[in-house]
Nanobody
């Protein structure tokens, strides 16, 4: 059994910062790419940023220059540092990871989501 648990969401004023964390636990052999997605009210889920196991990152155009994704492989944890937040970025933020279990099969796992609310 594998779990992803996000933390760090909350209420912040426009222009503020937040850092999200997502820790993976359970029967993990290794973790491949990890990513953050978000889903605003009435919107489709969209990718915010992703990072490979080697540390190469990729960002959605809307996130470039303001968000930073990083990971600590020793802790099976991925982070998302968000600066200059905008009200339209109010959403539930989800962690995603491609995880190889002890049987060496790879699966996509999702966290339960953490709410980020940006007030104007």
């Amino acid at each position: 059994q594998v779990q992803l648990v996000e933390s760090g969401g909350g209420l912040v004023q426009a222009g503020g910062s937040l850092r999200l964390s997502c820790a993976a636990s359970g029967s993990i052999f290794r973790i491949g790419a990890m990513a953050w997605y978000r889903q605003g009210p009435g919107q489709q889920r969209e990718r915010v940023a992703s990072i490979t196991s080697g540390g190469s990152s990729n960002y959605a155009d809307s996130s470039k220059g303001r968000f930073t994704i990083s990971r600590d492989n020793a802790k099976n944890t991925v982070y998302l540092h968000m600066n200059s937040l905008k009200p339209e970025e109010t959403a539930v933020y989800y962690c995603n990871a491609n995880i190889y279990t002890m049987t060496n099969n790879a699966y996509d796992f999702w966290g339960q989501g953490t709410q980020v609310t940006v007030s104007s």
